[in-house]
Every structure is written in C-alpha cells, then in structure tokens.
C-alpha cells in the first residue's frame, strides 16, 4: 500500500492491520526513533600478520537461544508422552522453550470445554482474540463454532476445544511446517489424555496434521478415518474450519451434512 499524499488515520490503521500490527503492546505510544543514541564510530582496525595473528575461541551461543527446530521437535516428542494429565500438559507446554511463537504470544491458548466429552474439536492456531483471553474459538469463528455446537444439540460443556498450534502466529500468519512439528506431540497427547469417541478436526491443515493426510479439505471432509490414540482406535472426522466458513459461506450446507453424520454416530456410541 503505497501513498502519494499523508495517509488518513483510517487508511493508517488499514495499513498497520495489513501488516499484522493488530494490537496494541502499551497504553502510550512509544517514539522509539528518539530513543537511538548515536553510536561511537568504530576503532580504526589494526592489521596483524597472520603468522602472528591467534584465533579467538568461537563464543559460546547465548543460554536462552531457542533450540534448532529439529532439537525441539525431538524434545517435544520426548516431554509430551511424560504428561499424566492436562494439568501436566499445560504446565509442560508453559515450560517448553522450542516453539519460537511462545515468544512472540500473548497467552497459551490450550484448551477449553469439558474434557471429559465424547467428542473434540481441533483447530489450527489461535487468533488475536484467542490470544488475549488465552481461550481457544471466541472470536468471530468461534462464535459461529458454538452456533454448529448447538446445530446438534452441544455446547462447550459437551464438547473439548483445542488446537494443534497454541500459540498464536504474529499478525495470525500461517504456522510453519517446523512450528506444526514442535506443536504435533502435544496436541496428539492431548487427544490421548481427552480419550474422545469422535476427533473432529477443523480446516485442512489441521487435519493434514493430526490426521496424516495429504489430500486437501474438499476431498477429505465428511469422511471417516481411523485415528490411534495409543490405548484405543477411535472415529475422527474433517470438515471446514468456521473461518473459513466465513468467507465461503455457500460450505455451510456441507458442514451441516458432516454435523449431522457426527451426531448420528455419537447417537448410535461411536467408542469402538
């Protein structure tokens, strides 16, 4: 966005809004220009002959440096299987260190519901509302969640929320698959803690995660899959993400036909 003349506020905040600038961090703005001191310049070099030059020792790497992305992806293979209960999960992913997008969040978003409910939902990432209460699906898209929830009788006291990432990516960007990775082995411990009749994921790349697939949401939704928690196999199901239903709300009526297919199974007692 490229202005020739001084932007008005509207157009501004436009612009922030599309750089992914959609909170603010302090109650006054900060003129962080003012604040650069100029610097010394630096010494003139001295040139040394190298026969008589020495090597300095590599410095060793700063001690909160986040851990290469496949450290932490083994990391979180090794911590998450660890966790009891959801108490311990959480206070595991609190500490987990590998995720650079725990840096960048506000809050854990890790779920919400009754976790003792026979069917959960999976997401993708929170959002910026999710952030800020640290609740997964209370914005837009999780208000029109809750609308699908009662289509069939729910609510969140019968259901569980999560999400496969939960922290949320700057400026609501699209996870990384190395972010997706480090994120997998506690949603999926999570699943296996939960113990659900039903998985429902919510969107593709929420079901390309947790469900393995490779197919986009269109071919896969409104199909059955079985999916291992480790103790049991158990039904899960994809179908499209509220957001996205959003934007393309001719979907609805497809969603409406695999909330009726949930339903029907958790009638009929899906546990296998």
């Not at 905040?13 to 900060?30: H, I, K, N, R, T």
């Not at 609190?94 to 725990?102: S, Y």
Request: glycine content about 6%; charged content about 25%; some cysteine.
């Amino acid at each position: 966005m490229i202005f020739e003349r001084s932007p008005t506020p509207h157009e501004l905040l436009a612009f922030y809004l599309e750089a992914g600038v959609d909170c603010a961090l302090a109650e006054e703005p900060s003129d962080r220009l003012s604040e650069i001191e100029a610097e010394p310049a630096p010494a003139p070099r001295r040139i040394v002959p190298l026969a008589s030059a020495s090597i300095p020792a590599a410095a060793p790497p700063p001690a909160d440096l986040a851990p290469a992305p496949d450290a932490a992806i083994e990391s979180a293979r090794e911590l998450a299987p660890k966790a009891k209960t959801l108490d311990e999960l959480r206070g595991l992913l609190e500490q987990f260190d590998g995720c650079a997008l725990k840096a960048t969040a506000t809050k854990l978003v890790f779920g919400d519901g009754n976790p003792q409910a026979r069917v959960m939902f999976v997401g993708e990432a929170p959002g910026r509302d999710e952030d800020l209460q640290g609740i997964p699906f209370i914005g837009r898209s999780g208000k029109l969640l809750d609308l699908m929830l009662a289509s069939i009788g729910l609510d969140r006291t019968g259901a569980y929320i999560a999400n496969v990432i939960p922290w949320r990516p700057p400026g609501n960007r699209d996870p990384s698959p190395h972010e997706t990775q480090m994120c997998l082995p506690f949603i999926k411990r999570q699943i296996e803690l939960v113990d659900p009749d039903i998985v429902v994921c919510l969107g593709k790349p929420s079901s390309q995660a947790v469900l393995d697939l490779k197919d986009g949401i269109m071919k896969t939704r409104g199909r059955w899959f079985d999916y291992n928690t480790g103790t049991r196999t158990i039904r899960a199901m994809a179908t499209f993400h509220p957001a996205y239903l959003l934007r393309q709300p001719i979907y609805k009526r497809m969603t409406w036909k695999d909330l009726r297919t949930i339903q029907a199974a958790l009638a009929a007692g899906a546990k296998t």
